[in-house]
């Protein structure tokens, strides 16, 4: 039974289709869309199709980009290192610490076999062919630390273990700032483990 | 410092927008809007521009409607009774229960001098007018039991008492089929005050 006039019915649908977002948070979205003057709904639909049209994927480290190739992939100093990380949010978060000078890979997602997501929905392949291809000394596995992206990450060890280039992992242990009280006992356990001399 | 590229930096302005999304939530669904297929995002952007042009207010009551009268005020077997509420959800709640056989008239909102909205912001002119050319025998202040719903009851309750109609509220009390376990105490103070005999 559809509750409301067909089309609030129609933009509740939407908005139910955003991640994380039931049919109450939708209503919502769509009674504060309904008191919006016309001009700001239009900026919200163009800025839709808009984004659609103009983001691209890098097509070669499957990043999102306005062009074919990503200004990282494009830049000639960036060598050496590849980080492979899930999606493109994990790429501006690196990003952000200004640190790292390497390339990335963006697999696109964790393997998931509950959600129906193996190798070939990954970009694995690619992967693969890009470390025959380019000059890597060095993989970095910056996939989440969640149980998929353990499994991803592990999965992606492997396969790269006969290329025989070095591949690390990203530290774990206590988040700076953080208060001890509220790490959980897994990230304690691992700070604990992955302990260095203090010199 | 804008951290993604424009066309996504935009997408994500926009979801920004919605009550309750703040820029982390904001950009999972612009994420997500980008793995869509374009069919998909064209729909999206269809029914947001649809919702907006087809949407209008019914010109009695205030709810949201397709048509310049809205099908319960068309309807002339619905007589005597008005029931004021905030907004058109709380007339989808009401209609809902298929008990009611009144009409309605929506508020647009709550009295809240902290976001500047009096009673000019609100539908009460209009409401005062029905009031005064409507047959009405009873209104029912249906506003949400919040702090500012029962500030807008008690404003709307004093100034229809010259009119000597019967102004009631809804019950407070606890709500069918939850524990009283989890029940607040002010809930739980107003469902004992308002206990009834058991015949």
Chains 1, 2 share one sequence.
Not at 173 to 183: F, R, T
Request: hydrophobic content about 40%.
């Amino acid at each position: 039974m559809s509750e409301y006039i067909l089309p609030l019915e129609q933009l509740i649908e939407q908005f139910a289709k955003l991640p994380g977002v039931g049919r109450k948070t939708a209503t919502r979205y769509a009674m504060a869309l309904l008191e919006w003057p016309g001009e700001a709904v239009d900026a919200f639909s163009g800025a839709l199709l808009d984004a659609k049209a103009k983001i691209k994927r890098c097509r070669i480290c499957n990043n999102i980009s306005e062009s074919e190739l990503c200004p990282i992939c494009s830049d000639d100093t960036r060598q050496g290192v590849l980080c492979i990380v899930e999606d493109p949010r994990a790429v501006m978060s690196i990003e952000r610490v200004r640190d790292f000078k390497g390339k990335y890979h963006v697999l696109g997602g964790v393997l998931s076999p509950i959600n129906g997501v193996g190798p070939e929905q990954l970009k694995i392949k690619e992967l693969l062919q890009r470390i025959e291809k380019e000059n890597i000394t060095e993989v970095i596995v910056a996939t989440n630390p969640t149980v998929e992206g353990e499994t991803t990450a592990m999965y992606v060890t492997r396969l790269l273990k006969p290329f025989g280039i070095k591949v690390t992992r990203l530290a774990y242990g206590v988040p700076v700032g953080a208060d001890l009280e509220y790490a959980d006992e897994v990230t304690l356990t691992r700070a604990i483990e992955g302990r260095r001399e203090i010199t």
